[in-house]
Structures are given as structure tokens and as C-alpha cells.
């Protein structure tokens, strides 16, 4: 059965042929909300930049009948292709690396896209983990994350579940939770 989500493209029609600059999945009207609730991101401004020219953004569907996995999987996909602005390439997608994924005396090779495609998946961890927390407003332990999301790590034989506290505390940094501490049990809690 086919499922109602999409991906998309903005185009630039100001280059020939006109160039993306912006990937995204959405239903409905989503690919078109962009150019009537233009907003200030980079997205945003060259959406500004293109209609005080007196051009329209070009908006196409690439692919329809997806799921929201298939959608999710296919943006990704597209947005590592093509890369985004802060990583050498052409897309405004505000896809934001959290620090680097290199050491400076290390010799590892981070292949094209790879840091988009991470930080997608870190988006969707951390608005889960947010769903969780609002649906339990009295708080949530790693263990609730780890365990109600099927995060648990076995490696090694071991349960240590770090992606349900890095992800956690990344939320916290960011000022989405906080901690609360309840006779030595850590529960974290929405702001």
C-alpha cells in the first residue's frame, strides 16, 4: 500500500539547470509551506533572495507513496548526496554537526554525507525522547529510554545503553530537559 509521504526539492531558477537547495519529506502541502511562511533561516533567505528577483522558487516532488521511513531514509539519503552548505556542498538544510567527529591526531576517513545522515538520526532520537518525557510528565530514567525505545545496547554482554544518556544529555545542554534528582535516582524531566 502506498503511503501518503513524500520527498521534495526547492530549486533555484536562477542557475540553469536550476540547482536544489533544499531537500525535504513532508504530506499534504508540506513542499510548498516554505515559500508562504518564509522563515529566516539560510533556506528562508534564499527563498527571499529568489522572489525579490521577481522568480519563483521551483518546488518538485521527486519521489511520492512513501512511508514515513521510506521518506526519512530517502531524505537522508539525498541530503548526504548533496551535501549541505556547512559541509562543502549546495543544500540550505539547517543539518547542524554537534562538534567534530575528528581528532587531530587521528587518521580516521569520514566518507561524504555521513555527518548529515547522523545528525538526522540524532533529530529523530532526540524528538522521541522528547514524545517520552511529555507523555510521562512526572520524569523519565535512562533505563525508561533505553528500554521503551529499544535502545539497549548488549555489547559485550553489557547493558551500559550511553546513546539513551548521551541523548539525554544533549537535551539537557540544549535547555529541552533537566535533571532531576529523586533519592540518588537521576529523572530527567521536560523544562
Known sequence: MDGPFYVYALKDPRTSPAKPFYIGKGTGVRA?????????????????????????????????GLTELQALKLE?????????EDAGGVLTNSVIPRGSLTRADSDIVIPLGCKEKAQIGL?????????????????????????G???????????KDYLSWSVLGLLMREGR?????HSRRHISMIT
Open 32 to 64: 510548498w509551506e516554505h515559500v508562504t511562511n518564509v522563515d529566516n533561516t539560510r533556506k528562508g533567505k534564499r527563498i527571499k533572495e529568489i522572489l525579490q528577483v521577481g522568480h519563483k522558487v521551483i518546488t518538485i516532488k521527486l519521489v511520492e
Open 76 to 84: 537522508a539519503e539525498l541530503i548526504s548526496s548533496f551535501g549541505t
Open 123 to 147: 533529530t529523530m532520537l532526540k524528538e522521541a525522547v522528547l514524545e517520552l518525557a511529555l507523555a510521562n510528565p512526572k520524569g523519565i530514567l535512562n533505563s525508561d529510554v533505553a528500554k
Open 149 to 159: 525505545l529499544a535502545l539497549q545496547s548488549d555489547y559485550l554482554g553489557g547493558s
Open 177 to 181: 530537559m533537566q535533571r532531576v534528582d
